[in-house]
């Protein structure tokens, strides 16, 4: 080991430092291991919520959306040809949808319904997947079904083989006055994502779509992608296809806002935690401020020997700086294991206490998801010690301006 790193460890670790120094300096160890123990974990949490809300809410919800000016079925026909035929699109399907309200006895609920053939529910919107009672093939079968969230069923307080009325934005003119036409519809398949679509969709086929909505709600086609950040190339290559200027939009004018919402407090989440790092910096000031304060003699002699002024100030940001790595190492070992185990932790807690941590019915989501990016741990391990190089400039900087004939009157 050379002299320089020799004098580094023993400056950190060496058994001349008071009790007290010692103490500040373990609190400064602690708080670094604990903030970024806390930041690693906190931010694998943000990307597990995420992740899952990306998994279950896109799942039902077309990747792209297009609405031609003309929204006859021919015209419709040729778009969804058009749309498969470009590169990154793996499903295309006709849609008609409109917002409607619907009655079970004394109990309403206003919900958008979706009508779309079997194919289109199962290859573009992959709705097949969620069902957890029935088959969307009954929904062409008989004529006039419905496929509702589970959520929404529980609202309405139905099951499958029970009828709901549904009440159309469309009027009929009687004798008695006009009144907003109505229709039965039969409960045959109830689905569940585990996020809001579960309490605010219902599917039914083309058919029985476009007889209860007729020229009213929104007719287009609804396009599935093989990587949703293809979105604006698909947008641009189908606007060149034709002269038609259809209108076209994507998932991020839907659930976009959701998404720049939660990544929006994952920045926040991580500036506040980066404050206990910036706290544990402050502490590691404390820290070399003592530690220059009792070796003033020791520095003084290392000057008189031939120590430069350059090399003394290293050597108190080396002195620094290993304290601050062995805080950020055990953090980020402390934060890693935390990330990969929390689940199963979270699990664990629920099992011995009995009550329920993340209840689904309120979260959408059970348990506490976890995803470690190491992305994430690496920014972290480079704020952590950036902070920690700044918090050792002062001290080091102190220590090198000491004059030695001062120092050595006093030894």
Known sequence: MSLFWELVVRFSVGSGQRRFTRFVALASLLGMMLGVAALITVL???????????????????????????????NLSRWASLAIDQEGVTGATQFHSGTVLLRAGTRSRGIQLIG????GLSEVLDVGPHLVVGELVDLEVQPFTVVLGADLARLLRVDVGDSVE????????????????????TVVGL??????????VAYVSQHTADKLLGRTGERGVQLRLTDRSQVA???????????????????????GSLFAAIK???????????????????NLVSTLTLS???????IAILQVLGLTTGRLLMLFLGHGMMLAAVGITLGTLMGVSLALSISDLSLWIEALSGRVLFDPAVYYIG?????????????????????????SVYPAWRASRIPPAEALNYV
């Open 264 to 282: 929006m407090e994952k920045i926040t989440v991580g500036v506040l935690l980066t404050s206990v790092i910036l706290v544990a910096a402050f």
């Open 44 to 74: 694998s949490v943000m990307n597990g919520f995420s992740g899952e809300l990306h998994q279950r809410l896109l799942s039902v919800t077309p990747d792209m959306t297009v609405l031609p000016p003309d929204s006859s079925d021919e």
């Open 292 to 298: 220059v304060t009792e070796k003033r003699s020791d």
């Open 367 to 391: 348990g506490l998801p976890s995803v470690l990016q190491w992305g994430d741990v690496l920014s972290v391990i480079v704020v952590a010690a950036m902070l920690s190089l700044m918090a």
């Open 166 to 185: 549904v009440l159309l934005p469309r009027l009929t003119v009687s004798p008695l006055g006009v009144f907003p036409r109505s229709r039965a519809l």
């Open 233 to 255: 190339m698909v947008s641009n290559a189908l606007a060149s296809v034709t002269a038609e200027r259809p209108v076209i939009s994507d998932w991020r004018s839907s659930q």
């Open 191 to 200: 689905f569940a994502v585990g996020a809001p679509p579960d309490a605010q």
């Open 116 to 119: 779309a053939s079997r194919a």
